[in-house]
């Protein structure tokens, strides 16, 4: 029954184009080159995806999501080693994302013109690069503002690493399957990967933790690297050895204008939203980024307009499938990194759970996509992808209200095991139909650039998801707190003395107390990790932090609505993937003839 429909769909797709099948088979063939000798072809000498890129793919994507996702973890035992104010610790996480949202649409042409092969072992390599600075951060005797730097520095070549692989291993996967059954499977894979390193990573940093040996106290956060580290390097000897180097250099060729706006654009976007909380909105820098933004883009699209070969074919945009999806990718992906950030920051920061037993909950968010591989791989074969793609981003903008209603003092996983759940299984959904309607969208010899611009367009909402949630919700809090500081004579009294404490201590407690007053004048979560009491040599307990339970409470307040937030923008997502839907329910191709594209 499947296969009728499907050659029922193939002979709508003729009917509609005026050119012959044969001849667009011949052109899509020529242009999907295999550089590997002894590659695997399919019929009619068409590049085919085998086993051996498939695994060096999956171990790939893997690696990127499992170095995108650790830094979540350990942003409590960076928090009390580092003692970085609430923006670095944003700018931390963030720092791999703004690599990534900016240099992937340039890595799908340099996929394209270049081969895949040598992208996919390149990005690897420059994660084992950024791993090792990680490691290597100095400890307490240098300055914090070094050791931050450094380890932002990291993130920025993980990231960058991240940039290469994810679109060069989707558009594998696209260049090298060719019929309804076959991209629909190797997309389900690509997408499970993801999902794979989204537990694999945070349970990396959970068992991490627990090693204490090599790094004293909470400086074994960089045991979560070496695993990276060890990860990368597997993922560059597997890509030597198994990988198949496929390219479509015809009608490519480097976009330096396009790529130098994009990525300042998008820098200049990002670095606004992510100071903009510790700045000030209306500062100068802050206004001059946005403005920069504006005109970067701007130039952007200009440029990509009168280009022979652009990074981003803006008649792709004609096609309605991919047009909406594109939308669809930025705002759903911000909801759900919105959800999963808030998710990270409430176990390990706010209630102050081991990163090992914080890694449960994304068993629930990674793992699940594991266990559906099978029925994803299913529903994409049969049913239309877009449909699909509503079905997730609906449970996971439920899962974003569902949250929300459970408050930061209810300190019982059980609490969350629901929205969690559902979270799990419609990001699973939600990852592999996107990537489905993208690159099924436009045509294989388009695939580098299909794959580049739906993982920018994924990556700039899981940039803009910890950015703008912490900026909305960290804002909050500071405004709840010091509310509550010029509310109560008492606590502005203690808090007061607390400040003033380093003065009048002993030398050798003094550099502890004034880390501490510095970890908690250094924003709402520095204020919620110092104790509200300490027991002293003799065993009594005397008080210490008198804002440990106002943060605490202004926290679980603030991050309550950024949940909201998060949930809101996943069903608005999934609303504009209705507006945007053509066609049943059953229809397994898009309506768009991705042939009648320019270019």
């Not at 003729?14 to 050119?19: F, I």
């Not at 994810?166 to 690509?190: D, E, K, N, Q």
């Not at 008492?490 to 607390?498: G, I, Q, V």
């Not at 107390?513 to 908690?520: F, I, K, P, Q, S």
Request: proline share 5%; charged share 10%.
């Amino acid at each position: 029954m499947a296969e009728s429909r499907e050659t029922s769909t193939r002979s709508k797709v003729r009917r509609r184009t005026s050119v012959p099948t044969a001849t667009l088979c011949a052109k899509e063939s020529s242009m999907v080159q295999i550089e590997t000798p002894g590659a695997k072809e399919g019929e009619g000498g068409r590049y085919t995806l085998s086993s051996g890129t498939l695994a060096a793919v999956v171990l790939a994507v893997c690696l990127s999501q499992i170095a995108l996702s650790v830094p979540s973890l350990i942003t409590g035992l960076i928090q009390q080693d580092l003692t970085p104010t609430s923006a670095q610790l944003t700018w931390i996480v963030d720092a791999f994302f703004i690599p990534v949202a900016a240099l992937e649409l340039g890595f799908g042409v340099f996929g394209d013109l270049f081969g895949r092969k040598r992208l996919l072992v390149g990005g690897a390599a420059l994660i084992v690069v950024g791993s090792t600075l990680a490691v290597l951060v100095p400890g307490e005797g240098s300055s914090t503002g070094t050791r931050v730097t450094l380890l932002i520095l990291a993130q920025v070549l993980n990231g960058i690493g991240a940039a290469a692989i994810f679109p060069t291993s989707l558009a594998m996967v696209a260049a090298g399957t060719h019929t309804t059954a076959t991209r629909a499977r190797g997309v389900a894979i690509w997408a499970a990967a993801l999902s794979i390193g989204g537990f694999l990573g945070p349970l990396l940093a959970g068992v991490a933790a627990k090693i204490h040996t090599g790094w004293a106290g909470n400086a074994n956060w960089r045991w979560a690297y070496v695993g990276v580290l060890a990860i990368a390097v597997v993922s560059v000897v597997l890509s030597l050895a198994l990988a198949q180097n496929s390219a479509s250099p015809e009608g490519r060729s480097i976009d330096w204008p396009g790529q130098i706006t994009a990525a300042l654009g998008l820098f200049a976007l990002l670095y606004a939203v992510i100071q903009g909380p510790e700045s000030g909105w209306g500062s100068p820098q802050i206004v001059i980024a946005f403005i920069l933004a504006a005109v970067f883009l701007g130039l952007f699209v200009f440029a990509e307009g009168r280009v022979a070969a652009p990074l981003l074919l803006l008649s792709a945009f004609k096609n309605r499938a991919f047009a909406v999806n594109s939308v669809v990718t930025v705002i759903g992906m911000f909801g759900f990194l919105a959800i999963m950030y808030s998710t990270s920051i409430r176990l390990t920061t706010i209630q102050g759970f081991s990163p090992l037993k914080s890694s449960v909950a994304y068993l629930f968010f990674g793992g699940i996509g594991l266990v559906l591989l099978p029925l994803t791989s299913r529903l994409l074969e049969r049913y239309n992808p877009r449909w699909v793609l509503f079905t997730g981003l609906g449970l996971i903008g439920v899962s974003g209200l569902w949250f929300a209603g459970v408050p930061a003092s209810d300190r019982a996983l059980g609490a969350i095991v629901g929205p969690l759940i559902l979270a799990g299984v419609g990001s699973g959904l939600a990852f592999a139909a996107m990537s489905a309607v993208a690159v099924n969208s436009l045509p294989n010899h388009l695939a580098g650039m299909a794959s580049g611009a739906t993982s920018t367009f994924r990556d700039l909402g899981f940039a803009l998801g910890p950015a703008i949630t912490g900026a909305v919700a960290l804002g909050q809090a500071a405004k709840e707190i010091a509310r509550n500081v010029a509310d109560n004579p008492a606590l502005s009294k203690a808090y007061a003395a607390f400040q003033a404490a380093p003065a009048h201590a002993p030398a050798d407690q003094r550099p502890q107390l004034e880390a501490a007053v510095h970890a908690v004048a250094s924003g709402p979560l520095g204020a919620n990790s110092v104790p509200a009491s300490v027991i002293t040599p003799d065993g009594q307990v005397v008080p210490f932090n008198p804002l440990k339970d106002v943060a605490f409470h202004a926290l679980s307040h603030s991050y309550s609505h950024a949940y909201v937030l998060g949930g809101v923008a996943a069903l608005v997502a999934a609303a504009l993937t209705l507006v945007g839907a053509r066609g049943g329910v059953g229809e397994t191709h898009l309506d768009d003839d991705p042939h009648t594209l320019d270019g």
